[in-house]
C-alpha cells in the first residue's frame, strides 16, 4: 500500500508526543484501543488474565507507563509492579510480569532504577514469577543489558527481549546464551546505522537468532504474529527435535485469536502479553504504525464510542 510509509511515520510521531500520551491518560480508554488493552485498572486486567487462563492461554502482563523523567513517578510505577506481582500470587494466575525499564528511572539514574529493579525481582522470585524487561528503543539497548547482566548474578527469573532488526543481535544473543529471552522483529524507529530497514533482511536475521537461541539449548520466547516466522519455527523444531517445553510463541493481546488456539491445540505453550493502565497511547499508536490495517479496530473503537 503506497500510503503504509507515512502513515507508519505518522504513528511513530504521535507515539511519542509527549502532551498526548499525557492528555490520553484522562481519555479512558479510546479509539477502539480496549481491544488491544485489556483494561484502565489491574482488577480489569486480571479478570481478562483469569479468562485467558481458563482457555489454556499464559500471559505476561504490563502496567503500561513509559520515558518517565520524575523519581515519584518511577517509585509509583514500581510500586505499581509489586501490585501486580501480588496480585498474581494470590489469585495464581499462570503470569509473567513484563515491564519497560525508562517507566522505572532508567532515564532519571541508572543505579536508581537498577535499585527499583531489585526490589520487583526479589518479590517476584518470593512468588516464583519471571520478570521480563522489555526492549525499548536502541538508545536503552546497551542500558538494558547491562542491568539484565548485574541482575541475573542473583536472580534467575529475569531475562530481556532482543530486536532481530539491530545489527548487533546475533551477537547479543550469543553472548546471553542460557538466559530465558524473547525474541522479536522490533518496534521503534531506528537509523540505518544500527538497524536492518529492509523487512526481508530482517526476516531473515530473526530466523537466524531464533534457531541459535534455540540450538544453544536456551529457553525462547518467539513474539510473533507472522505466521510464516511461526511456521518455520515449528518446522525448525521438528526437524532438529527440539523440544516444545523449550520455547513459546508470545502475541499479544487482541490479535490473531484464531492463531493462538490453532497453535495451542497443536499442543505448543501460547502466551500472551497483556498491557493494561491508563497511560495506552504510545502503546496503542505504535501496534496502528506496525499494522496499519489494525486502524479498523480504532474506527471500529471510535463509532462505538
Ligand atoms: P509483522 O508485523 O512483521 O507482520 C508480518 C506478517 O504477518 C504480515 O505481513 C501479515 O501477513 C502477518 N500478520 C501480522 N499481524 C497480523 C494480524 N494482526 N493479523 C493477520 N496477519 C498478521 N518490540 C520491541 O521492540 N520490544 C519489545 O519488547 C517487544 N515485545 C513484544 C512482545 C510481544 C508478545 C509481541 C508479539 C511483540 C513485541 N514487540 C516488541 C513488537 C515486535 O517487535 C513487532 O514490532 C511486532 O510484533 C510486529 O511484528 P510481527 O513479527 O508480529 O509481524
Known amino acids: 500500500m503506497v500510503l503504509e510509509q507515512p502513515l507508519r511515520s505518522f504513528f511513530m510521531q504521535l507515539a511519542k508526543s509527549k502532551p498526548l500520551n499525557k492528555a490520553a491518560k484522562k481519555w479512558g480508554l479510546k479509539f477502539g484501543a480496549s481491544q488491544v488493552v485489556a483494561g484502565a485498572t489491574l482488577e480489569d486486567a486480571m479478570k481478562n488474565v483469569q479468562l485467558l487462563n481458563s482457555k489454556g492461554l499464559h500471559c505476561t502482563l504490563d502496567h503500561l507507563g513509559e520515558f518517565v523523567t520524575e523519581k515519584e513517578e518511577a517509585i509509583e510505577a514500581t510500586e505499581a509492579c509489586l501490585n501486580v506481582l501480588r496480585a498474581i500470587n494470590e489469585t495464581g494466575a499462570m503470569c509473567n510480569l513484563s515491564l519497560k525499564m525508562t517507566q522505572l528511572g532508567l532515564d532519571i539514574d541508572e543505579e536508581f532504577c537498577l535499585d527499583n ?3 520487583i525481582c526479589q518479590t517476584a522470585l518470593s512468588f516464583n514469577i519471571f520478570i521480563r524487561i522489555d526492549m525499548e528503543d536502541y538508545s536503552h539497548c546497551e542500558q538494558t543489558l547491562r542491568i539484565l547482566s548485574i541482575l541475573r548474578k542473583d536472580y534467575d527469573n529475569v531475562g530481556t527481549v532482543i530486536q532481530a532488526y539491530l545489527h548487533r543481535s546475533e551477537a547479543d ?3 546471553l546464551k542460557g538466559v530465558p529471552l524473547r525474541l522479536v522483529k522490533g518496534a521503534y524507529k531506528e537509523s540505518e546505522k544500527v538497524a536492518f530497514q529492509d523487512k526481508a533482511k530482517v526476516d531473515e536475521n530473526y530466523i537466524t537468532i531464533i534457531q ?4 544453544s539449548g536456551s529457553y525462547t520466547a518467539i513474539a510473533s504474529h507472522d505466521h510464516m516466522i511461526i511456521d518455520k519455527v515449528k ?3 521438528d526437524k532438529n527435535k527440539i523440544p516444545k517445553e523449550q520455547f513459546e510463541f508470545q502475541m499479544l493481546y487482541g490479535f490473531r485469536e484464531a492463531l493462538q488456539k490453532e497453535l495451542m491445540e497443536e499442543g505448543y505453550k501460547v502466551r500472551l502479553y497483556v498491557p493494561f493502565g491508563t ?3 504510545g502503546y496503542f499508536m505504535r501496534r496502528l ?3 496499519p490495517q489494525n486502524i479498523a479496530f480504532a474506527l471500529r473503537g471510535f463509532f462505538k464510542k
Not at 541459535?212 to 540450538?215: G, P, W
Open 117 to 119: 529493579m531489585k526490589r
Open 173 to 175: 544473543v550469543a553472548a
Open 279 to 281: 497511560d495506552w497511547f
Open 212 to 215: 541459535n537461541h534455540l540450538d
Open 289 to 291: 504504525a506496525e499494522r
Open 235 to 237: 518446522a525448525y523444531a
